[in-house]
């Protein structure tokens, strides 16, 4: 029935994406390429709305099969109800950063309200039960995060569908293996309405998410990891691990930008995936090497969970090892390029 539901769920995205990017749909809106994008035409951009309609139709399908499921899916789709809202909004009439950021808030908090927030720092052989404030507090930094950064990575094309194809494909197996049918089911669900829209947005792209599908999907990212924490499914180091590809490419350019004094709200292009594709590289190339470290990290999670805490932590240190290596990778290669120049 799971298979079910996902294919169903792949089908509705993937028709709701094609007719989103006809150029009759009413609800079409154009992304115009500046100076800061990697995309040179005029776009759609509403992508979103199909992944968002397709999960939202298929969890209560969910629900409906599981007798109403467990609670903490209604405070998940409450709060990402309102991520979508005003993302819809930003993309039809650009939002202030300031009033974006309060609704994100608010649906932090709604998701903290389902007692979603983590009661425990977990790391490898390691357990520290933290006192409540502390609990809400890094359990909204972690949800604010997710939801902007997923939204900062959404920049070149297939490559948030593809994190989120390959990230809530993991934590369905996660769930699989711990024996959590509605938690494998949901992320199954999420997995297949981003795959019908890649289907449309993998290098060249036709039509991009948006703010709606990014900063939503984010969400229900920080979501299923709180979610899996509570239930002993895998700690939140587990998902930082998986979707590690976003949040350090993220986190690192952030801090680089603060450093620099720059206005971190703004569009930019030094994302180490923009980069590349500024290098030459190009989309496709890209986001398919994105693909290649996305699963090597997704494999790491699942192989982590089978470990004691000693080969967790080598597993933990050799990708920080790798991610440095990749970073200034890239930095030699724009030294090259400009010594070339």
Known sequence: MIGVITLFAFVISAGLTWVLSHPSSRLQMLDHPNE?????????????????????AMVVVQML????????????????LLIAGVSFLDDRFTIAPRYRLSVHFVAGVVLISGSLAAKSLILPGMTW?????????????????????????????????????????????????????????FNLIVAGSAA????????????FMGDVGSSTLGFLAAACILWASREGIFPVWIGVMIFSPFIVDATV???????????????????YYQRLVE?????????????????L????????????????????????AVYIILMLSVRRLETRKRLKT
């Open 36 to 56: 800061r994008s990697l995309h040179s035409v005029p776009t759609p951009r509403g992508g979103g709305v199909a992944i968002v309609s397709a999960i939202l």
């Open 65 to 80: 099969l599981h007798d109403q499921g467990p609670s903490i899916i209604k405070w998940i789709l409450a709060g990402a």
């Open 129 to 185: 039960v933290w006192p409540v404030s502390l609990a809400v507090v890094a359990s909204m930094l972690l949800i604010l995060w997710l939801v902007n950064l997923y939204n900062f990575m959404d920049g070149m094309d297939g490559f948030a569908a593809g994190m989120t194809v390959i990230g809530f494909g993991v934590m369905a197996i996660l769930g699989g293996l711990a024996k959590e049918p509605f938690f494998t089911g």
């Open 196 to 207: 019908g829209f890649l289907a449309f947005n993998f290098p060249p792209a036709r039509i």
């Open 253 to 271: 350019t952030l801090v680089r930008r603060l450093l620099r004094g720059e206005r971190i709200w703004e569009a930019h292009k030094s994302h």
């Open 279 to 295: 290098l030459g590289w190009g989309h496709r190339k890209t986001v398919l090497w994105e693909y290649f470290l996305m699963v």
């Open 297 to 320: 990290c997704g494999l790491s999670a699942i192989i982590a969970m089978q470990l004691s805490a000693r080969y967790q932590w080598v597993i933990i240190m050799t990708w920080m």
